[in-house]
T-cell receptor, first 114, second 117 residues
């Protein structure tokens, strides 16, 4: 299967710790997106890349959040000094150019901050 | 400010009948619309999309209708099958990157569809 993969699938951490998530997109896709989803809500946009360039960041992405896509392939999302409000499902998606072809989502990383 | 609204949290239909899922949006700058379905413990799965220059797009059992003047779109599933039971999300985008737009998707809160055998 050559879909989008995310690791880890689950992460439990204590408040104040740093966490890092990884996303491996579909290989021929040059766009990569990060979203966050909480219970009862739709996914909320965080940031996206075209190749290695970060093109847009949401206001939701405070200075504790940083994302990279160093070689235009996989991406990492780091959260520093985690807070309980960071508990959510973090979703990664990838796409070729254009919107109409859809963004293809991975299974997500569920973060629980205790 | 919820720019994409799915006002029905849930919908229940009988197998074989039509399912109609509705979505309203407030931002007139949106010009691409997509539907996703999501099963528990999985990421959303892309179903179908439509550009604002069209009013209908069909793919197998799925048809999306767009009414730009009413800022409303709907997803029709005919015939509905028990495997269609999932949460359905409507999403919108302000345009293509190469046209100076943004390809980020703005999602509604979802509608949980249950198809009863």
């Amino acid at each position: 299967d050559t879909g989008v993969s995310q690791n880890p699938r689950h992460k439990i951490t204590k408040r104040g710790q740093n966490v890092t998530f990884r996303c491996d997109p579909i290989s021929e896709h040059n766009r990569l997106y990060w979203y966050r989803q909480t219970l009862g809500q739709g996914p909320e946009f965080l940031t996206y890349f075209q190749n290695e360039a970060q093109l847009e960041k949401s206001r939701l992405l405070s200075d504790r959040f940083s994302a990279e896509r160093p070689k235009g392939s996989f991406s990492t999302l780091e959260i520093q000094r985690t807070e309980q409000g960071d508990s959510a499902m973090y979703l990664c998606a990838s796409s070729r150019s254009g919107v109409l072809g859809g963004q293809y989502f991975g299974p997500g990383t569920r973060l629980t901050v205790t | 400010d919820q720019q994409v609204k799915q006002n029905s949290p849930s919908l229940s239909v009988q197998e074989g009948r039509i399912s109609i899922l509705n979505c309203d949006y407030t931002n007139s700058m949106f010009d691409y619309f997509l539907w996703y379905k999501k099963y528990p413990a999985e990421g959303p799965t892309f179903l179908i999309s439509i550009s604002s220059i069209k009013d209908k797009n069909e793919d197998g059992r799925f048809t999306v209708f767009l009414n730009k003047s009413a800022k409303h779109l709907s997803l029709h599933i005919v015939p509905s099958q028990p495997g269609d039971s999932a949460v359905y999300f409507c999403a919108a985008s302000r345009g293509q990157l190469r046209q100076g737009g943004s390809e980020k998707l703005v999602f509604g809160k979802g509608t949980k569809l249950t198809v009863n055998p």
